[in-house]
């Protein structure tokens, strides 16, 4: 499936002009699944000031400064121009460092404008999902679940998670929430998606997952292999002649020595980005295919504890650090890809 | 075919690395014809420092400043172990507004280089062309043509055209030294690529060119069609549903509007130059395409009239002005991609 961002697309190239081409499908040219994200998420971390009341968001572009006025109506509205498959609710996101206070508030304001989502979308050929906020709390994790159930959506989203917190924590509260879904709908973790994320996802319950990281970190040079992240543009590649991954069937693998990336990246050639892009792209769909065959062989267990024992995770507090600079770059410079 | 460059090859990832990796085929997975330039026009362009004797020239990097020496035998050298299908002389490039005297004695340089490459010559898998040096000077050009023929090699190219000097130039040039070639011999032009001058060379019996203008323009957003160039990043083009080019056949268009593609360049997505490139190559292999048909069909000169009567090229002080500027930022910076 391939995730676009409503936030984005109303800004350029704006909806009208993606409606009067006949849709995102068509505009891209994609026939298969497609999910629109409702911009939520991207006016509350890129969008350099905006005004929040129960009405919906004031914002400034974070590429012209101009200013906009969005609701649940205008998102839902929105959505249905695009045409996706699947479209979210509008929520509001707190900071992982914010209060519980605001956290609980925010969430409040989700539940309504979830409501108000709901009552506004006209076509019924677009599953809509809601998205669980309460940040890291328990409790309000529970309360939002309850409350976004009992409404009725065609599937459930976790927001408000890997947004800076530790790992750990990410993960109990993907638990703890994914437990109090209904299990006859589809359950997705927003803003994941490193190879070990992913299998500690699905073994909390998590069917969807959506994340930038395995085509921003090609762009960097890393690429995903059995063993963990290697950075191509380490010297030590430089007269590779075996593959990126000896054990990958994609067309950078089946074609190219890893001496040939690592001179891609060198030399700064568009291509290069290209080639690890397919590649990574490649590893974490044949990762989630073995975890759906494993699942269904009931070895899920044990594939999981396999994959994990050989694959060198980044340490977290680099982890972490890198991410919490990469959200604070973000919010300067407005690049969602960063 | 590909033309790969000695110069850059030379300096990354380095010869020794391409032929540890199996030559220049394997390293890029190109099983078709690949031509590698000399790297002498690079030298001569593109390193800050250089020192020309007969023996060779000392040059610094544009990349790191690092000083090499080459030599007519190491170049053939090189090309060698690239393994390339047509490999080139190494030349001295004299600049399009030097001295009658200087372009003589660069010229004369060429000859003597000429003579010790085809000695130096170990492979006879692979195509030595001589290149044409002399100027803008009818009687310069003359001598080097009547000289290099003498010698004998598999194909001969015309150097030191489209360096800055007016169009009308280059074309008369073109037209008297190709005249002096062996007719049973291609005849190259080296770095004329527009769609207007492509025909005016064939007319003047040239029958191989090479240019980084069709993709060099397309990363630019301007775009081939049978009017003539485009830039796609024009506001007009941004909600046109039409393909860049109804005419053509290749993937963007036949995929893509032109809303699309100018969308991507707007937000400067890597898939616009890309797009982009893809059919501006199109369009130039259409376009020879239909040449050789018009040779065969003994129609080429009403082809050529037909197609220039209805394409409209850039304004000839407008291209001088933009041709040399770029020169001479490509002599600050160092990119040939400039």
Redesign the interface.
């Known amino acids: 499936m391939v995730l676009a961002n409503t936030y984005h697309l109303y800004l350029?190239?704006g909806i009208a002009?993606i409606e009067?081409?006949?849709g995102l499908h068509k505009?891209?040219?994609w026939d298969r699944a497609i999910l629109t994200d409702s911009g939520g998420y991207q006016v509350f971390s890129l969008a350099p000031l905006r005004q929040v009341s129960d009405d919906g968001v004031i914002f400034r572009s974070h590429i012209d400064g101009s200013q906009h006025f969005i609701t649940p109506e205008l998102v839902i509205q929105f959505q249905e121009a695009l045409g996706a498959d699947i479209i979210m609710v509008l929520d509001e996101c707190p900071s992982h460092d914010d209060s519980l206070e605001k956290v609980r508030r925010a969430m409040e304001r989700t539940h309504r404008w979830a409501e108000r989502c709901q009552k506004a979308q006209r076509c019924n050929d677009q599953a809509l999902y809601a998205i669980v906020q309460g940040g890291i709390s328990s409790q309000l994790r529970h309360q939002s679940a309850e409350y976004l159930t009992s409404l009725g959506f065609a599937g459930y989203a976790i927001g408000g998670l890997s947004i800076g917190e530790p790992k750990q924590v990410t993960l109990d509260i993907t638990e703890v929430t994914a437990a109090l879904l209904p299990k006859n709908k589809p359950r997705y973790l927003m803003g994941v998606g490193s190879p070990e994320d992913l299998l500690e996802g699905i073994a909390r319950g998590i069917d969807i997952f959506d994340s930038a990281l395995p085509t921003r970190v090609a762009r960097n040079g890393a690429v995903f292999t059995g063993q963990g992240r290697h950075n191509i543009r380490n010297a030590a590649y430089?007269?590779m002649?075996q593959p990126v991954d000896s054990d990958c069937d994609c067309y950078t693998c089946r074609?190219?020595?890893t001496?040939?990336l690592?001179?891609l990246f060198?030399?700064n050639e568009?291509l290069a980005?290209?080639l690890a892009t397919i590649h990574n792209l490649n590893f974490i769909n044949n990762l989630m295919s073995k975890a759906r065959t494993a699942i269904l062989n009931d070895t899920f267990s044990s594939f999981k504890d396999s994959f994990l024992s050989g694959y060198k995770t980044t340490d977290e507090q680099i982890r972490l650090s890198q991410k919490q600079k990469r959200l604070r770059a973000r919010n300067i410079n407005g690049d969602s890809n960063l």
């Open positions: 350029r190239p002009v009067k081409m006949g505009f891209m040219a430089s007269q002649e074609t190219f020595s001496a040939y690592h001179h060198s030399c568009l980005y290209r």
